[in-house]
């Protein structure tokens, strides 16, 4: 007989984020910024859309905003992240630089300006 088994999957559902947590995460973010990419930015965007926030950057000289990272928040678990891969343009699942699969926002932007130059 088959038994079945929960498997918790840190890329899948969320909880919707609240304008207070939103808040808490943007100035987060924007504070780690300046210590992770403090020229290889000209401005980092953060925005919200239900359990996501989407990191964006836009480089020195350049006009267009690009996306860099998308969190999606777990709750009491914290956040997952998802790297944006040019190649596909879409999001894909990855591990934050601890090796682990949940995370801090600020990890997050870590994930995401790697591929800044």
């Not at 290889?40 to 996501?52: D, L, P, W």
Request: include cysteine; charged fraction near 20%.
């Amino acid at each position: 007989m088959a038994q079945w088994a929960w498997i918790f999957d840190p890329h899948s559902d969320g909880e919707i984020i609240s304008k207070e947590l939103q808040e808490q995460t943007r100035r987060k973010i924007l504070t780690h910024a300046v210590n992770v990419c403090p020229t290889k930015a000209s401005s980092i965007h953060v925005r919200f859309q239900g359990a996501f926030c989407y990191i964006n950057v836009q480089e020195p000289g350049n006009e267009r905003t690009m996306p860099l990272c998308r969190l999606r928040y777990k709750g009491l678990r914290g956040w997952s992240v998802a790297f944006y891969t040019y190649s596909d343009e879409a999001y894909a699942p990855c591990l934050f630089p601890s090796g682990k699969m949940m995370g801090t926002p600020e990890e997050g932007l870590e994930v995401g300006v790697v591929s800044l130059g």
